[in-house]
């Protein structure tokens, strides 16, 4: 079975752009999570979705925001970007939503220049 | 103060070495995670536990609700062992994790 998919890996932006990162689940997989690694804030919830649905927000400015497809491929916006949202996103899929293990991808490494 | 607190923050053991983690939290929870992190981003998760105790290999993780208080053991420590390993808690019925700040562990050969 294939783990977790993020796309793009590696990812160069100019301050006041957009950007879309995109997650993979699990195969019936339905639980998406997203999370911002920083070196100072370490890691911090951004959004759950589930069934199309986002659940729960962290608390992050309404600049990050996402959604969840039908198959529960998830994607993830940040607008107007700001040199500190260089980060590396990582999204992490659970077949239910509630106490499942979590199933990390490899994580978008976002640069804002 | 933090909601999830770890210690320590770094570790060095010498190959064959007892390791013991601590993380402690201040809020009720449904469910604790420790996860590991290498070098380069990727994490795993290496258990999720509500109460007791959990072991998988050379790792263990215990759990104290009343104490708010989870330990993760590594036995027999190896140089594989070294990475970043991260509490986390689960503190509502959707899922948002609170994190520690984590442990940096090197392993000496």
């Known amino acids: 079975k294939a783990g977790v998919t993020q796309t793009p890996r590696y990812l160069i932006k100019t301050r006041g752009q957009q950007v879309t990162l995109s997650c993979s689940p699990i195969s019936g997989h339905r639980s998406v999570s997203w999370y911002q690694q920083t070196p100072g804030q370490g890691l911090q919830f951004l959004f759950e979705y589930f069934s199309e649905t986002q659940r729960n927000k962290g608390n992050f400015p309404g600049r990050f925001s996402g959604r969840q497809f039908s198959n529960s491929r998830s994607e993830m916006n940040v607008s107007t970007l700001e040199l500190g949202d260089s980060a590396l996103y990582l999204c992490a899929s659970s077949f239910l939503a509630g106490e499942n293990e979590q199933f990390f991808g490899p994580g978008t490494r976002l640069t804002v220049l | 103060k933090n909601e999830v607190e770890q210690s320590p923050q770094n570790l060095t053991a010498q190959e064959g070495e007892f390791i013991t983690i601590n993380c402690s939290y201040s809020?009720?929870?449904?469910?604790l995670h420790w996860l590991q992190q290498h070098p380069g981003g990727g994490i795993v998760s290496l258990f999720m536990?509500?109460?007791g105790k959990k072991k998988h290999g050379r790792l263990i993780a215990t759990i104290n609700i009343q104490e708010k208080h989870s330990s993760l053991h590594i036995t027999a420590s190896h140089p594989r062992d070294s990475a970043v390993y991260i509490c986390?808690?689960?503190?509502?019925?959707?899922?948002?994790?609170?994190f520690g700040s984590g442990t940096q562990l090197t392993v000496l050969p």
């Open positions: 809020v009720g929870i449904s469910a």
């Open positions: 986390a808690v689960d503190s509502g019925s959707a899922r948002q994790l609170t």
């Open positions: 536990l509500s109460s």
